[in-house]
Every structure is written in C-alpha cells, then in structure tokens.
C-alpha cells in the first residue's frame, strides 16, 4: 500500500490542477501533463495489495479483501497470485462459481501448478460435484505423484463418490508420505468402520488423536469403542470432551458435511441417546443453537 498512495495522489492533485486551471484561466488552453505510472509500479502496488488482503482473510474481512484483490488484477492482471487469493476470499464468502472462475483464470496463468487444481477440486466438491472434483485432483497428481494434501482430497471425492475402497487406497498413500497426517489417518478410520473393520479403525482413530487433539477422530474414537464395548469409561469420557471441544458435531448434519459415513452416524445417534452421555448432549446442542 505504500507506494501506491502516491500514484493516487498524483491523479487527484493533476485533477484539481486542471479544474483550477479551467476556473481561473478561461482563455487559454491548458493541457496538464499526468504522470501515468509505470509497469514495475503497478506490479509493486497489486503485490502489496495482495499482501493486505491475505491480511483482511485471515481476520475474516473477506468482502473487503475481494474488492481490494479486484483493484490489484486491474493493476496488475498477470499476477497469479492475486487470482488465488480472490478465489480464496471467494469461496469464503460462498461465492464458489465465482471462485471456480477465479481458479481458472489462474491456471491459464500457470497451467503446471500442482495446487491449483487441488484448489479447484475443493471448490468442486464443495459444490457437490465430486466427479469433476476428482478429474481436477487428478490432473494435479499428474504433476506430482507424492503430494500428501492430493491423495487427501482424493480420498475425499472418492467417498463422496461413494467408492469406499479407492478412497482407502488414497488416505493410505497420503499417510505414507506424511506419517502424522492426522486427518488422512482419521479418514482410513471413517473408511474403516464402514467396512465393518472395527477393530482396526479405531487403531487408526486412536493414531490420530494421538497426533492431534481434535474433536473429530476423538469422538469417532469413543463412538467406536461404544460399537465394540457397551458404555466403557474411556468411550464416555472420550466423547464427553470431544463435545466440549466442538459441539458441532452433535449434529447429524455436521457429522454428514465431515463426510461421516451412515454406519458411523447411526452408531453416534445410538451412542448419544445413552443415560451417560445426556447432559452432554444436551449442553452440545444448546451451544449450537
């Protein structure tokens, strides 16, 4: 932002010269010269620009970001990191079609970046559209074969698609290459149980609360536990605390948009209902409302 303030001042102050001009000297013709700035200023400016958007983002100013983002591509439309970030803001402020578009003015720009189309295969997914999700998460495998975070969205598209098998095969390659890449451990855990592997999805469940101590896989723990160890004191304790920690996944809907399968949510409802576990439902519910 500091260097293109000047170059707006410049325009305004040549402006009021002209009026000025025009006012007090009605007889003559005067033609102010304008200082147009130059190619590496508007790259300088649109980069700056970028930066204090990604900054708007992270503290959710994300309407604010995209009309800033939209100034810098007038500035400097080349710059694909400018498209990336208002696809982000975008999709932020659930303007996924817009964000799509976005994405691929970006891969005009860069058609070998491997994120990209792991970007556009999220928006793709998030708007229910898992097929084409997976041909994009595809095309960036293509471009490298050992991305973690790929294989991961993979895996997800496949379950969407309801192909429970290859969607294993996807989070066991991207836990292969990063060993404490808890969400995908915790995925093989959700495929698991659908594949009435108990036993072993909750090794995997276990695996990944482990490593992290997100409510998601110590929940999906505690469900387990209970499908294979009738109100056990670990289980209620387990859940108990995974409630506390995010409440949302209380709901059904919520579970669903984490890609729970049926299995695992017919077992939590089961779970839910028991005399151990009533308060904290209830407070879960009531912090959700």
Not at 190 to 202: C, P, Q, T, V
Request: glycine share 4%; net charge positive.
């Amino acid at each position: 932002m500091k260097k293109i303030i000047p170059i707006i001042y410049q325009f305004t102050l040549c402006i009021s010269l002209l009026e000025f001009s025009i006012i007090n000297r009605p007889s003559k013709a005067f033609f102010p010269t304008i200082n147009e700035p130059n190619k590496e200023e508007l790259e300088s400016s649109s980069i700056q620009i970028g930066k204090t958007a990604l900054q708007l983002i992270q503290f959710g100013q994300n309407r604010e970001a995209i009309n800033l983002l939209k100034l810098g591509i007038k500035l400097n439309p080349k710059e694909k990191a400018l498209w990336i970030s208002l696809a982000e803001a975008q999709i932020r402020s659930n303007k996924k079609h817009e964000a799509l578009s976005s994405i691929n003015e970006a891969i005009k720009l860069n058609p070998k970046e491997q994120s990209i189309y792991f970007t556009k295969a999220s928006i793709y997914m998030d708007l229910n559209d898992p097929k084409k999700g997976k041909v994009s998460v595809e095309k960036g495998l293509s471009i490298n074969q050992n991305n973690e975070k790929g294989y991961f969205i993979l895996g997800n598209c496949e379950i969407m698609l309801n192909n429970y098998k290859s969607a294993l095969i996807a989070f066991r390659k991207s836990s292969k290459i990063q060993s404490n890449f808890w969400q995908a451990i915790n995925n093989e855990g959700l495929i698991l149980y659908e594949l009435d592997n108990f036993k072993e999805a909750i090794n995997k469940f276990r695996l990944a609360s482990k490593i992290s101590n997100d409510a998601e896989p110590t929940l999906a723990l505690a469900i387990a536990l209970f499908s294979i160890n009738n109100k056990s004191i670990e289980s209620i304790k387990l859940a108990k605390n995974a409630l506390k920690s995010n409440p949302q996944y209380v709901l059904n809907e919520y579970q669903k948009k984490q890609l729970w399968g049926k299995k695992l949510q017919k077992s939590a409802q089961v779970f839910f209902r028991i005399n151990e576990m009533e308060k904290a439902v209830r407070e879960a519910k009531e912090k959700t409302q």
